[in-house]
């Protein structure tokens, strides 16, 4: 499985992604012509597309990464790339992306490059989420040397997953009462889990 990832990741794919600063600017300038990412846009994708960029700038400013991953990052000795799966309209991809961002640049080791996830269903149906869902965000952390697939991190947090999973399954709730209930959870949590996951992974990834 790891060779067929790591042919479908090619260096040219990573080469033309986009800078995380690059991927800002591209939903900005979508949205002064009435677009988002995709081919929905519709008001309903606009709108969760202006709150996940007001999501994204509270969260470049007011986050600090933790002793405990800083440490890690710092750290860290295995050159990577880490290829992010995402669209503009993916409330979880905006309440993660920022940390992750961070995180790369913590450190010289990493190099962060993102993707829109239906332009590239190609690479997105290599790492289902359970192996059926194309959930994003999906980061994919890659040997900055091989391409190797080293390892991958997303939709969300685990403990996110978990509540999300357990309001899913309250038949009462609808789409839209999930959706703020797990938003409320990020923001409640403040980046702390998703900072304390990648601490192990980061040593995972490392010697693997």
């Excluded at 202006?50 to 600090?64: A, C, E, F, G, L």
């Excluded at 009462?177 to 959870?185: D, I, P």
Aim: hydrophobic content about 35%; overall charge negative; charged content about 30%.
């Amino acid at each position: 499985m790891t060779e067929v990832k790591t042919r479908c990741i090619t260096r040219d794919i990573i080469e033309n992604a986009y800078t995380y600063n690059e991927y800002r600017e591209l939903i900005d300038e979508l949205l002064k012509s009435g677009k988002t990412t995709g081919e929905n846009h519709s008001e309903s994708m606009l709108h969760y597309t202006k709150m996940n960029v007001h999501r994204m700038n509270r969260i470049d400013k007011r986050t600090k990464l933790s002793e405990e991953i800083t440490n890690s990052l710092d750290n860290l000795n295995r050159p990577m790339v880490w290829l992010v799966i995402t669209e503009a309209w993916c409330g979880d991809a905006a309440q993660s992306l920022p940390v992750i961002q961070m995180m790369a640049e913590q450190t010289k080791k990493i190099q962060s490059r993102y993707i829109l996830r239906d332009e590239h269903l190609e690479i997105m149906d290599q790492f289902l989420t359970n192996g059926k869902s194309r959930s994003i965000p999906k980061l994919v952390a890659l040997d900055a040397r091989t391409l190797d697939v080293l390892g991958t991190w997303g939709p969300r947090p685990n403990e996110g997953q978990l509540f999300f999973d357990e309001l899913r399954s309250n038949d009462e709730l609808s789409y839209r009462e999930v959706a703020e209930r797990l938003h409320k959870w990020y923001a409640d949590d403040r980046t702390k889990s998703i900072q304390s996951e990648f601490v192990p992974l980061l040593n995972r990834w490392e010697n693997s």
